[in-house]
């Protein structure tokens, strides 16, 4: 029996994951050194190593098949990495591995089986591969029905990836809509999605610039009326001005074409996260001295 002291102990020791730790102990029948060695040997020791870098460079890719869509972002601590084959090979495998499961988090993507292993054993052996911390940040499992389409789309290669949901209409009208997620990044679908709270922020925010302007409180208040509509216009996918044709939003395109929008995910790559601020010949030094 593997203790929950014991595995805390490996852990402090190595500094490899919970999981991992456990596992060796498993593998090794309780001995704490020879577990040590075995993640050592499966390289999951060096990789934890990394875990507190800063991984916010990578790349976001869509996998589809029939009625059922899965978006990924999996993050690398460099641009350059983001380039390497390997790299975008295990996307490709985490993405099908996905879509073929019944895996909507990223905890239980973790634990997917592969021909050789999970897929926390894949991007970890990766990582100690590669030289750098790789990481499965975010997932979104996506269905449609049968007379819906999808819109996918990918931007500079897939550092920002979009995927849409319409009911009717066609293929390339759901990727129109992709593309103008990608491209003028809302923040919500429908204008019903945006908390309550976020809004009255908007209000007070507006409010106060009616009252700087110099107008009365009433006066204020109808400005902020039309304002608040202007606010949803830049962040609600469906109030958004279409790219292609700015005398209409989204919606009006959408209807205009006898389709409707449902939902929309978009994903870009270490949005919200810490950027490194290494430059590049720092980062040199730092892989010729195996940092």
Known sequence: MISAKDVKELREATGAGMMDCKKALSEC??????????LRE?????ASKKSSRIAAEGLANIFVDGNK???VEVNSETDFVSKNAEFVEMIDIIGNAI????ATTVEE?????????TINDLIVAKTAKIGEKLSLRRIAVITKEDTDNFGAYLHMGGKIAALTVIKDGSEEIAKDVAMQAAAMKPQYVFKEDVPEEVVEKEREVLKAQAMEEGKPADIAEKMVAGRINKFYKEICLANQAFIKDGDIDVTT????NNSELKTMVRYEVGEGMEKREENFAEEVMNQIKGN
């Open 29 to 38: 029948n309780g001995d704490m050194a020879a577990a040590t060695d075995w």
């Open 42 to 46: 499966k390289g999951f020791a060096k």
């Open 69 to 71: 869509a899965v978006i």
């Open 99 to 102: 879509l073929k499961s019944e």
């Open 109 to 117: 993507a973790l634990e997917l089986k592969l021909e050789e292993g």
């Open 253 to 256: 395109y959408l209807k205009n």
